[in-house]
């Protein structure tokens, strides 16, 4: 089965860079077209929402020059990409901080979303200045605001991923095996898949492999396996059986 929500650690961009001896903003320029091919390819395999973590909360800290390089190639990529997304019936989220970002920046993330609001070919959700514990947080915030009880539906409500279900696949490009603050409340049941291929050389068959894999996943929510009905792992079933 095709998962309904990916969502992607889209990592490697730098390394991508280093190893051309190219400076790390040419890295994610490539990460900007992998993007784009796989927009595509998750369009085509079927799949509803793609998530994609493109700036973390943590990233401020790099060089002050990657971090210019990273906005201005977002600002840029609004008003090239926008069009053809909304043609292709992509609705665009962009989620995250939106303190600390330019007013050019947050326009275009309002415009964009305003402009696609009505597409329902795919749901891309844009984490922009995210961080899970920022979620969380604001989340909470929210609900105290509104007088509501800190409930775990209550918090889910008011998240910046209520308009999609929860992911049901996780994959993370670039060899690290960590979460990086990304998702952190959403990915309770994700299914995990972690890849060596740097993010601007994912293509086609690094989607399908992670999507092969998460078709022969199990998912228990908790269960045994006999309940959700797979091949029961009770010993004491195997026993009785054989005697
Ligand atoms: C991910 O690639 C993109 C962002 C964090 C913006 P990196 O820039 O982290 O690439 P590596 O991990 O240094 O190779
Ligand atoms: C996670 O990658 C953030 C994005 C892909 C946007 P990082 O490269 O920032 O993660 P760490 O620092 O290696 O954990
Ligand atoms: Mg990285």
């Not at 989340?139 to 049901?168: C, F, M, N, W, Y």
């Amino acid at each position: 089965m095709v998962p309904h929500h990916i969502a992607i650690v889209m990592d490697g961009n730098g390394r991508w860079a280093n190893k051309r001896f190219m400076p790390r903003v040419a890295g994610h320029r490539q990460g900007l077209e992998a993007l784009r091919r796989c927009i595509r390819l998750c369009m085509d395999r079927g799949v509803a929402v793609l998530t994609v973590f493109a700036f973390s909360s943590e990233n401020w800290a790099r060089p002050a020059d990657e971090v210019s390089g990273l906005m201005d190639l977002m600002a840029g990529a609004m008003g090239r990409e926008v069009p053809t997304l909304k043609q292709n019936g992509v609705q665009l989220h962009f989620v995250g901080d939106r303190r600390g970002l330019s007013d050019k920046v947050c326009q275009g993330f309002d415009q964009a979303e305003a402009q696609t609001a009505d597409n329902r070919r795919l749901v891309l959700n844009v984490c922009f200045n995210y961080g899970g514990r920022w979620d969380i947080a604001q989340a909470a915030d929210r609900a105290a605001a509104k007088g509501l009880p800190i409930t775990p539906e209550g918090l889910a409500a008011e998240l910046s991923l209520a308009h999609v279900p929860d992911p049901d696949l996780l994959i993370r490009t670039g060899g690290e095996l960590r979460v990086s603050n990304f998702l952190l409340w959403q990915l309770a049941y994700s299914e995990l898949h972690f890849s060596d291929v740097l993010w601007p050389d994912f293509d086609a068959p690094h989607l399908d492999e992670a999507i092969t894999a998460f078709a022969g996943r199990e998912r228990r929510f908790g269960k045994t396996s006999a309940q959700v009905g797979g091949v029961s792992a009770d010993p004491g079933a195997s026993v009785a059986t054989s005697t």
